[in-house]
């Protein structure tokens, strides 16, 4: 990259799954960079594992991209669509002398490690056609093309986040560049792609960075210009050890349907490993301005699950209510089967907004605090609703019904009846409330009750009341 280019960034998963939370983390760390530099974002799908790459994988990485609103420039790359590019090249390192032949059977190699192995020799191929004429192969013997890799001095990769790394080449054996079948392995596509899609700036985990120094010689063998590389610490569980599936090592999807809003994921995942003094509420268009690559930690990342959920309280408030309104709106529509909402449930939904978000920490509390919004009729009581109504509560209920039903069903006239009605029978409020609050909505505490009275009208109201009145 000269200094007059911009950096050219990318995000490169393997479609053998869902796209995970430290994928979604080095894919984001790439896009604030792209974003950040006016550079480019390009995706490409190392889908070269015919075997374990799956379309339905390849959907749920775009989709969770997408969800986590990493936009990526052009089209996506299909890595295995470029499989005579690759072979292109490795030719044209067979040529040049910078790779060979090799006639080693599997089973010749498989002895050649059993062979170390009983001597306590690191496993690795021993260069046995690295110098050997071709012509004593036998003709028309299944060949694998190898790289003639540097066997002396060191490789050192200059890494953005771990510093100078360096690798003896003695230790890096001569790698498969194409399988006997001509099939292109994993190190050399990548090294190809990353050239000739312009990359500048490889951004990736950590468990990539014992393949940098192998990549590093095919660049040099070619002669080609090296990217500059950061590799990302991983994320390690809430107790400090490798983040499993027990720990939330899960798609993004799941984490959407935990109901945690795509905004606090990009903040989340931006502080997994990245962080501006004690800044914890980073937006994304603050993370796109302050974004760079200097502080990137050098350390494990933990997740914490109680700071993701303050930061999704964080968002859900900070969130506009109609905007938050169409998300529990899609929300409830990707159950199965599909809840969809009635005009006047999303108009109720949409009144009690202001008051829903301030008791919410995830989409999913925010939609269970709201259904007796969405779905009509007499209300199940939870446990502390019931509480709420024993036998002398209903007989309240019962008495303060008339002195609503006389009002015009605004807020303030059944607030005014309510209290009119408490202090003539020598109540409090709250005794005549909570009974009234229970029924209408089946639970204990709700946004404020009249206001809702108001909202669910007067003849549902008083189908929900007279249910519990007597
Ligand atoms: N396809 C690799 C993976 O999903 C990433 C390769 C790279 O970023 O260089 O782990």
């Not at 890799?149 to 060191?154: F, N, R």
């Not at 990736?204 to 120094?213: F, I, M, Q, V």
């Not at 095919?218 to 990302?232: N, V």
Request: proline residues 6%; hydrophobic residues 40%; glycine residues 8%.
């Amino acid at each position: 990259m000269t200094q007059t280019q911009k950096p050219v960034l990318r995000f490169a998963p393997s479609p053998t799954g869902m796209l995970h939370i430290g994928g979604a983390r080095t894919a984001l760390f790439n896009w604030l960079y792209a974003r950040h530099t006016g550079g480019t974002f390009l995706l490409r799908i190392e889908d070269t594992d015919r075997e374990r790459s799956t379309p339905q994988a390849v959907a749920a990485i775009l989709g969770g991209m997408r969800w986590m609103g990493l936009d990526w420039d052009g089209p996506e790359v299909f890595q295995a669509a470029r499989a005579a590019r690759h072979r292109e090249v490795a030719d044209a390192l067979l040529a040049a002398g910078r790779a060979y032949r090799c006639y080693a059977t599997a089973e010749e190699l498989s002895a050649m490690r059993e062979e170390q192995k009983k001597a306590g020799k690191p496993m690795r191929y021993d260069g046995r056609w690295r110098n050997r004429d071709p012509e004593e192969a036998p003709p028309g013997a299944p060949f694998a093309v190898r790289l003639k890799a540097d066997d002396s001095g060191e490789t050192i990769v200059h890494d953005l986040v771990l510093g100078d790394v360096r690798f003896a080449n003695d230790q890096l054996d001569d790698m498969v560049l194409l399988r006997s079948d001509g099939s292109p392995t994993y190190m050399l596509a990548v090294v190809v792609d990353d050239h000739d899609m312009d990359i500048s700036h490889v951004i990736r985990g950590a468990d990539h960075l014992n393949n940098t120094p192998r990549q590093l010689q095919i660049i040099s063998a070619m002669g080609w210009a090296k990217p500059a590389y950061g590799h990302l610490p991983l994320i390690n569980g809430p107790d400090g050890a490798k983040l499993s599936k027990r720990h939330g090592a899960l798609a993004v999807e799941a984490y959407r349907d935990m109901g945690y809003l795509p905004e606090t994921m990009r903040n989340y995942l931006l502080r997994l490993g990245w962080s501006h003094g004690d800044d914890e509420i980073i937006p994304t268009a603050q993370a796109i301005e302050w974004f760079n690559l200097e502080s990137i930690g050098k350390s494990a990342a933990r997740m914490d699950y109680k700071k993701l959920d303050n930061l999704n309280g964080h968002y859900i408030r900070a969130t506009p209510d109609d905007i938050l309104a169409a998300e529990a709106v899609a929300f409830l529509e990707r159950e199965n089967p599909p809840r969809i909402l009635s005009t006047t449930a999303r108009a109720r939904l949409l009144s009690a907004m202001p008051s829903l978000k301030e008791r919410a920490k995830t989409l999913v509390e925010l939609i269970q605090g709201a259904d007796f919004l969405y779905t009509d009729g007499v209300r199940d009581l939870d446990a502390a609703a019931q509480k709420l109504l024993p036998p002398e509560a209903r007989g309240l209920l019962a008495a303060a019904l008339p002195a609503l039903a006389a009002t015009d069903w605004s807020a303030p006239a059944l607030e005014a009846a309510a209290r009119t009605h408490a202090e003539a029978h020598g109540l409090k409020l709250g005794q005549v409330a909570q009974p009234l609050r229970a029924a209408l909505t089946g639970k204990a505490s709700s946004p404020p009750l009249f206001e809702m009275l108001a909202l669910l009208g007067r003849e549902e109201s008083l189908i929900r009341l007279r249910a519990y009145a007597d």
